[in-house]
């Protein structure tokens, strides 16, 4: 499962945090800042980070992960995850 945080610094300019699923982990994994000129419906990348694509980014080293984006991932996870019983996982007909 992939969960994108996008954390808006102004009208035309944000940051877009990317985590992958492993388990029950969030890991981050991807970072663009965006840019929206006026007048254009499209956010442009400006510079970006992909763990998976390093050689391509232009942003060398892993950025800084503030915990304010951390929670926000945290609470994407948490929306996903249930709680219930062996009955429950065996028959999903059975309400919690």
Avoid: H
Wanted: charge should be positive; proline fraction near 5%; aromatic fraction near 14%.
């Amino acid at each position: 499962m992939r969960i994108e945080v996008k954390i808006e610094l102004s009208k035309e300019n944000c940051r877009v945090y990317e985590f992958n699923t492993f388990d029950l982990n969030v890991v981050f994994v991807g970072y663009r800042e965006q840019n929206k000129p006026k007048g254009k419906r499209l956010w442009k990348t400006i510079s970006f980070w992909d763990k998976y694509n390093e050689r391509d980014s232009n942003i060398k080293e892993s950025p800084f992960l503030p915990l304010e984006v951390k929670q926000k991932a945290f609470e994407e996870m948490m929306k996903v995850i249930k709680v219930m019983t062996w009955e429950q996982w065996k028959n999903p007909k059975v309400t919690p």
